[in-house]
């Protein structure tokens, strides 16, 4: 017998325990007979003051990766997103698809991300030239960078807010980030891209939209979009931005 509220589909995703904004943000583009059930990567609320300190709290992630991923599974899903968008996109794209293999292999259901996502939102755009955003330190950037340039995407503009611990990044407000966007938009830009899912930007993403003429790509809501496209789920959703409209 099917799952009584997710009898369509149950989603397990894995976020940091430092994280506020993934779980009520993927609540609210749950569609009817969709569920979805949290696991968290246990990592300290750290100062992040430097390129080692956020190196150390990716690989400390990566360490209690597994381990969650096997929480979350005991509730039987039928889809895996790993909610952090820094540790399913370090190391370039190549390093990316192994993580990605491992955890399908061991779960034996599909598994996406913030960057496998907002990749396949590139392609169904067209766009070839794009602009980032991300909550992070440098470091962080440069590994966000590789994987699109190892897709043959053009970054013409990045800019990190260099927050200074995990849970700091859902405090950046709406005005920092829309001001933040202005200093890497560009007439060149095809696209701009939202990475780190702890920041609070699904809904802002449309306005966005409406106020540069051209897509802006929210990472939770990718993520989700993703995710339920993968497994045949084509509803759409109003308010989000293109991607979430249209395709």
């Not at 995703?13 to 969709?34: A, E």
């Not at 990566?62 to 979350?72: G, H, I, K, S, T």
């Not at 955890?103 to 766009?127: C, D, H, I, M, N």
């Amino acid at each position: 017998m099917p799952d009584q509220r997710g009898w369509k589909l149950k989603i397990g995703v894995v976020v940091p325990s430092t994280n506020t904004i993934v779980q009520p943000d993927f609540d609210d583009l749950r569609p009817k007979g969709v569920t979805n059930h949290v696991a968290r990567i246990g990592i300290p609320n750290m100062e992040i003051t430097s390129d080692d300190d956020f190196d150390k709290m990716v690989r400390l992630s990566e360490a209690d990766l597994v381990a969650a991923v096997d929480r979350v599974m005991t509730s039987a899903p039928g889809l895996l997103i790993i909610g952090m968008s820094s540790l399913i996109v370090w190391d370039g794209y190549a390093a990316s698809l192994a993580r990605r293999q491992m955890l399908e292999e061991r779960t034996g259901v599909p598994v996406t991300g913030g960057s496998f996502a907002v990749a396949a939102a590139l392609e169904k755009l067209g766009a070839e030239k794009i602009a980032i955003l991300s909550p992070y330190m440098p470091i962080a950037d440069r590994h966000i960078g590789q994987f699109f340039a190892d897709l043959d995407y053009e970054v013409v503009n990045f800019i990190g807010l260099k927050c200074p611990t995990p849970v700091a990044i859902a405090d950046v407000t709406a005005a920092e980030l829309s001001t933040a966007l202005d200093k890497i938009d560009a007439p060149d830009v095809d696209a701009i891209v939202q990475f780190g899912t702890n920041l609070h930007f699904m809904r802002q993403a449309e306005a966005e939209e409406q106020k540069r003429g051209k897509p802006v790509i929210a990472i939770n809501s990718v993520s989700y979009w993703h995710g339920l496209r993968t497994l045949g789920i084509e509803d759409c959703f109003e308010g989000y931005g293109r991607i979430l409209r249209e395709f």
